[in-house]
């Protein structure tokens, strides 16, 4: 509802035509997942996965839902090409225009999260990739790795780290 009245506030300003409006956040929040509530501090799907709607009237010209896999990395590139500005060398994501315009493009094969938390010295890092996700957890000098098949359990309540050693090490590997 907050969001429609900004956006219909830009509609009676007359500026729709020259505005991107980018909606996102930074995390999520588990609301009882994995037996934790109101926590945004971990690499559950529930933390990383985040909402992105990008609205630019005359350029992206209908609704669209992107179902692959994409980064927050990737913002700031699609946010420069929707304005014909080049990308920096340096910038490390790609612009989803070309998924969102159904040109061809090809989302990134391989999503990474981090996480440091400086209050408890807890720090992690996942990857996710077709359907799998491995997770490592550090606090101090204790190491922890959870892996997941996503497309049978979209919950991530069966860690596979003993079964899948060789889908462990190739996410090791890409981690």
Not at 122 to 128: A, H, N
């Amino acid at each position: 509802e907050e969001i429609g009245i900004v956006l219909r506030k830009i509609e009676e300003l007359h500026l729709a035509d020259n505005t991107i409006v980018v909606i996102t956040a930074d995390h999520g929040e588990l609301l009882g997942e994995h037996e934790l509530y109101f926590v945004h501090w971990t690499l559950y799907d529930e933390n990383i996965r985040v909402p992105l709607l990008i609205k630019c009237k005359g350029f992206i010209s209908h609704a669209r839902a992107i179902t692959q896999q994409v980064q927050s990395i990737d913002i700031a590139p699609t946010i420069l090409a929707l304005l014909n500005i080049p990308k920096d060398p340096r910038m490390q994501g790609n612009s989803l225009l070309p998924l969102i315009l159904d040109k061809g493009g090809s989302p990134s094969r391989y999503a990474f999260t981090e996480l440091a938390r400086e209050e408890n010295g807890l720090t992690g890092e996942c990857v996710r990739a077709d359907g799998w996700k491995l997770i490592q957890s550090r606090k101090g000098q204790y190491e922890i790795y959870r892996l997941y098949n996503l497309d049978l359990d979209p919950g991530e309540s069966n860690n596979l780290i003993d079964s899948q050693k060789e889908r462990f090490r190739f996410l090791k590997d890409k981690l």
